[in-house]
């Protein structure tokens, strides 16, 4: 049996326009398909290069999650990406700064005790001032076991 193609179905090439458009956009088997995105549209582009190590693995994960490729990176990058994503040279800084500011911190209790016991040499020191000083000192325990539980934190964090 064979097939033989006849012109008079379709409607001529430069034929009557009216006809050309009937039959192609009144059919709706012809204009269906993905409705256009109004919001989320993914218009931009990222070109990334693997090594042959880590292109296997990502093909590994794709098979074994059933996922593809660009939902499996879309994923590990963006999910709790501002949380896990740290700078470096911020993380640096900052933790210079609070290294600086505990160094401070001990100096000026050094002199204070320097100072209490100068005085309590010389019998001038006051009970009232003693019961301030272990108040304050008090306080300042418990801010540092808060900046050794933070940099804790820090530390698991960033071994991952």
Known sequence: MSFCYTK????????????????FMDDPKKRS?????????RSRFINVRFTEEEFQTVSDLEKSLGIT?????????????????????ELIRYLDSVGAE????????????RH???????????PSVIAQFNLLFEDYILVQQSVETALRKIVRVTRH
């Open 116 to 126: 209490a016991n100068s005085l309590k040499l010389k019998g001038g020191l006051n």
């Open 69 to 89: 490729k660009t939902e499996l990176i879309r994923m590990r990058v963006l999910t709790h990406a501002k949380e896990t994503l740290i700078s470096s040279k």
């Open 33 to 41: 398909g993905r409705p256009k995105l109004t919001e989320g549209k």
């Open 102 to 113: 505990l160094s401070r911190i001990g100096n000026n209790i050094n002199q204070l005790a």
């Open 8 to 23: 008079s179905l379709l409607p001529p090439p430069g034929g009557d326009k009216k006809i050309r458009n009937s039959f």
